[in-house]
């Protein structure tokens, strides 16, 4: 578990217009560190398809699909963790993540679609810039996450995976772990 | 312009399917330093989309709809830049970032969907992979600029921007660039 954990609370999906994107901002959040994800709206073919890569690659990730974001919100404000919502719109990122990294409480991170309800930014405890130009959630939550694990991020050891990747140069080298016993079983271009 | 100056190959977008993604991945080049994108098989109503976000927001940034990927690296190859990839499988690009910088050549950035040709690995000089979990092209993308530019692609000045944000804890603070010279227009949620 990285400190501080993190959850991320997903808003505004689009009912099959996003679900390619709702899934990258879950596998982001998988693969940057945070420990779940909780998508208001969304089907359940998103969770499926990022349980699935849970499963082939590892966790442990917890995907929950909501109604009501509110909900979500006041569990993790009861529970004495801090709300962070990302938008264009706040402060910068890297004029807040120290003090919102040492503060060592988790963390609720809140990304959203187009348009989200005036209400999160007064609900929220930080409104957080990734650069004050439009661009994407799934960029967003990946550069947040960067930044407060200080890159630590990438070297996190994911638990039951049955692939693993060994980092090449050229191709692909992937080596399947219920086979590594025997010997590692790797498929290369 | 940003040193060094780079620029974005999109390759496997599907038709309608991937429009979404291919957009976001093309506003995280824009907003992330990179001067344009070449989109491989993509549809005018995802350039449209980008080149609006640069009428408002401001520029430059060029999107180019292109039929054939090998043409661009080609192109890029002859003119003296450096091809790097970005995948799950390469190296990571902690390893190899200094490297990439220091040569101080212009980049070109290829970012695959699901299924990239094998052809690609070689053709690039860098495979690199940010972090070897699966996630989200745009993510990584973003994590890559930020890497090569050190977190000062946030301070990139667009030219000729309608919209501008100032940076706010709360809400939405939006200057309408055309109307300062007699007043801040903001809209303030």
Redesign the interface.
């Known amino acids: 578990m990285m400190k501080p954990q993190c959850w991320v609370l997903r808003l505004g999906h689009r009912f099959v217009?996003?679900d390619?994107?709702t899934t990258?901002?879950g596998?982001?959040a998988?693969?940057?560190g945070a420990s779940g994800i909780s998508i208001v709206g969304g089907e359940e073919s998103v969770k499926a398809s990022i349980d699935k890569?849970t499963e082939r690659?590892g966790g442990p990730f917890t995907v929950e699909l909501v109604e009501d974001w509110r909900t979500v919100i006041k569990r993790w404000k009861n529970e004495g963790g801090v709300v962070v919502h990302l938008t264009?719109?706040?402060?910068?990122v890297?004029e807040v993540i120290d003090e919102i990294r040492s503060a060592d409480r988790k963390l609720l991170v809140i990304v959203g679609a187009e348009k989200v309800p005036?209400e999160v930014?007064?609900e929220a405890d930080?409104?957080v810039?990734?650069?004050?130009?439009?661009?994407?959630e799934?960029?967003?939550?990946?550069?947040f996450l960067?930044r407060l694990y200080r890159?630590e991020?990438?070297k996190t050891k994911?638990n039951n995976s049955k692939l693993?990747?060994m980092?090449?140069?050229?191709?692909?080298?992937?080596v399947s772990v219920e086979e590594r016993i025997g010997g590692e079983n790797e498929d290369r271009?």
């Open positions: 217009r996003d390619r994107l990258h901002v596998l982001v998988r693969a940057f890569v690659w264009m719109y706040g402060i910068p890297d005036k930014f007064y930080y409104n810039a990734i650069g004050n130009q439009p661009h994407s799934a960029a967003a939550l990946a550069i960067d890159g991020e990438f994911f693993r990747i980092p090449s140069s050229r191709g692909k080298k992937v271009v």
